[in-house]
């Protein structure tokens, strides 16, 4: 009996904690404040400054912890490191002007204060580092994830996470007495050799081993195995001295490009999202009423002051670097809080001796509650009068379509690519997100759902996983290219039919193998030369001649660009149409070409070095 009597009292908190989370979250859900503010409010009110059914915030924190974990690696999954690469202006560029000018004016805001200097940078830092959890919560109820907007944030937590590294060493210097220098060189040495362990591990053990483990048929393996990435990844950054979640992350960048990519991800998914759920809800129990009944007037003020300095900090580099009104006021908003790294640095500092008990519990009160304030920043946000959000009265979303093709992109592409197919009685499933553009082809006739083809679920409601073809005919590259990942990774067997920006962007869709692309203005393009051609009095017969000839030229010049001997072998195309010519490719990489070919890319390369200077000459 006391066998089940221990049983029932250790369940009794996990019943709690759920009861709370079951009770709160759709409450808040559905008066429009989202659920982060829902398990902050469900965690404040059964923990030890509340109802007192829960009495340890911090064992529940410790082991919530991983849910953040959990979600920076689901995240490294969709970072490839060519995407990532791509991102590195903003990471290492916006990322670290953020945080160096929020990190400059929070300093002294807290200096002119009262605080000693060491005492308020490591104050202002750990305010500057935003939560990855709330602000990545915070994009994926809205779907903006992906978006480029959504994507600058990414890379600005991202570049924040790394900080930690470096800020806890400067807590170790700034303290009194703080360790000798032989010691910080083996904590960096050692934070290295974790770091390169973990790449290494990634590069050339973990595709193996999901392979093994797939070839045995164990599915409860294969969930353990995911579970054993994140948490060992975890463990092993943890041991170096860096962050978990940064851990985490670099592992899910590592299996970003892996076949199991996807099985990894419907694995983790519902740790993380339980996990998460009672992370927030441990920070909510943490809130001390007691520090603030002492010293709430001056807890609030700092609140209140802090948030309005970053915010208006992160206002003005996302202007200085390019951003929208709108899209810096969101971005502000989303980052105006402190993170749940403070407390790592916050403790650090108060066992370094840099932070007193009572300066730590209000700090601490300080980045909590203004954790609970974000839901309600980004909602005053929305409602920003930059641009009236459109209406979507009279707007179908995309649910339950099938037809022989999708088409994603309703502009004036979409529109010209989906008339052949329509006059040869193809049945078309069409996607937009533009809801002015959604009405305009109404009133002409056409039904077009409003849907966003960069989101998985969407395209799967759109029909995409009966389509014969898929035409994606979006204008933004980045777009573009979520499109087609997900695409060739989820619905093979649809062919892509994709519009290329520019040279660069057909390149890479040669290289990826998509049916058929084409640069937007191409076509046009040749055309009104041709007409020109004419204009002047060219014979028709001749014109069309010269035409033909600069599209053998052009598509000459891309094969040459694509990479020596790729295309060893194979016909030389135009879309899937072969294209006359003399250039044969070479059947491998360094083999001699024929006397008209080494011609023919002579002449090529003269054309792209003209085109190359041409493009330093005026800046293009």
């Given at each position: 009996m006391a066998a089940e009597e221990g049983y029932v009292t250790d369940l009794a908190p996990v019943v709690i904690l759920l009861g709370a989370a079951v009770v709160a979250v759709p409450v808040f859900r559905r008066l429009g404040l989202g659920s982060v503010l829902g398990y902050l409010a469900a965690g404040l009110a059964i923990g030890p400054f509340g109802l007192r059914l829960v009495a340890e915030p911090g064992a529940v924190l410790h082991i919530a912890e991983l849910g953040v974990v959990m979600f920076l690696f689901i995240i490294g999954l969709e970072m490839q490191p060519s995407r990532l690469w791509s991102l590195r202006r903003e990471i290492f560029g916006l990322g670290v002007a953020q945080v160096c000018a929020c990190g400059a004016v929070l300093t002294a805001i807290l200096w002119l204060a009262g605080f000693a200097p060491a005492v308020a940078f490591v104050a202002a830092m750990g305010f500057v580092l935003s939560s990855t959890a709330i602000a990545m919560q915070v994009l994926e109820e809205k779907g903006e994830v992906s978006t480029p907007a959504g994507q600058r944030i990414v890379s600005i937590l991202l570049l924040e996470d790394l900080a930690i590294v470096p800020l806890l060493a400067l807590v170790a210097i700034l303290a009194p007495g703080h360790e000798a220098e032989g010691s910080r060189w083996v904590s960096i040495?050692?934070?290295?050799?974790?770091?390169?362990?973990?790449?290494?591990?990634?590069?050339?053990?973990?595709?193996?081993?999901?392979?093994?483990?797939?070839?045995?048929?164990?599915?409860?393996?294969?969930?353990?195995?995911?579970?054993?990435?994140?948490?060992?990844?975890?463990?092993?950054?943890?041991?170096?001295?860096?962050?978990?979640?940064?851990?985490?992350?670099?592992?899910?960048?590592?299996?970003?490009?892996?076949?199991?990519?996807?099985?990894?991800?419907?694995?983790?998914?519902?740790?993380?999202?339980?996990?998460?759920?009672?992370?927030?809800?441990?920070?909510?129990?943490?809130?001390?009423?007691?520090?603030?009944?002492?010293?709430?007037?001056?807890?609030?003020?700092?609140?209140?002051?802090?948030?309005?300095?970053?915010?208006?900090?992160?206002?003005?580099?996302?202007?200085?670097?390019?951003?929208?009104?709108?899209?810096?006021?969101?971005?502000?908003?989303?980052?105006?809080?402190?993170?749940?790294?403070?407390?790592?640095?916050?403790?650090?500092?108060?066992?370094?001796?840099?932070?007193?008990?009572?300066?730590?519990?209000?700090?601490?009160?300080?980045?909590?509650?203004?954790?609970?304030?974000?839901?309600?920043?980004?909602?005053?946000?929305?409602?920003?009068?930059?641009?009236a959000a459109p209406s979507m009265e009279g707007i179908e979303r995309a649910e339950s379509l099938h037809g022989d093709a999708l088409i994603i992109g309703f502009g004036r592409f979409g529109q010209m690519a989906s008339q052949a197919l329509l006059a040869r009685g193809f049945t078309v499933s069409t996607i937009e997100t533009d809801v002015e553009m959604i009405r305009a082809a109404a009133r002409f006739g056409f039904q077009v759902y409003y849907g966003d083809g960069t989101r998985l679920d969407v395209l799967r409601t759109s029909g995409a996983g009966r389509a014969r073809a898929i035409l994606v005919c979006t204008a933004d590259r980045a777009t573009t290219d979520r499109i087609v990942t997900l695409a060739q990774e989820e619905f093979p067997q649809a062919k892509l039919y994709v519009r290329a920006y520019d040279r660069g962007h057909t390149l890479d869709l040669i290289k990826r193998d998509v049916a058929f692309e084409v640069r937007e203005t191409f076509h046009g393009a040749l055309a009104m030369g041709h007409a020109a051609l004419e204009g002047l009095d060219v014979p028709e017969e001749e014109a069309a001649e010269i035409t033909d000839e600069v599209r053998r030229r052009d598509r000459q010049r891309l094969d040459i660009q694509l990479c020596d001997g790729l295309f060893a072998g194979r016909e030389l195309m135009y879309g899937n149409r072969p294209v006359p010519g003399p250039l044969t490719p070479p059947r491998r990489a360094g083999q001699a070409l024929n006397p008209e070919a080494e011609a023919a890319m002579r002449a090529a390369e003269n054309a792209r070095a003209a085109e190359d200077t041409e493009k330093a000459r005026t800046g293009r």
């Open positions: 040495g050692l934070a290295l050799l974790s770091l390169a362990a973990l790449v290494a591990a990634g590069r050339w053990l973990l595709n193996p081993m999901f392979a093994l483990l797939a070839r045995a048929g164990a599915r409860e393996v294969m969930t353990a195995a995911a579970l054993l990435v994140v948490l060992g990844a975890a463990l092993a950054m943890e041991l170096g001295g860096l962050s978990m979640a940064m851990g985490a992350f670099l592992a899910g960048v590592l299996l970003s490009e892996s076949t199991f990519r996807h099985q990894l991800e419907t694995d983790i998914e519902p740790f993380r999202g339980i996990l998460l759920g009672l992370f927030f809800m441990g920070v909510g129990m943490s809130l001390d009423l007691g520090v603030l009944r002492s010293d709430g007037l001056l807890i609030l003020s700092g609140v209140v002051l802090l948030m309005l300095a970053k915010s208006a900090m992160v206002f003005l580099v996302a202007c200085l670097f390019g951003a929208g009104t709108r899209e810096a006021v969101r971005r502000a908003a989303v980052l105006a809080q402190g993170g749940e790294f403070a407390f790592v640095l916050y403790a650090a500092a108060g066992g370094a001796g840099l932070v007193d008990a009572r300066t730590g519990a209000m700090l601490t009160a300080t980045v909590i509650i203004s954790m609970a304030l974000t839901p309600l920043a980004v909602l005053l946000a929305e409602r920003w009068p930059d641009r």
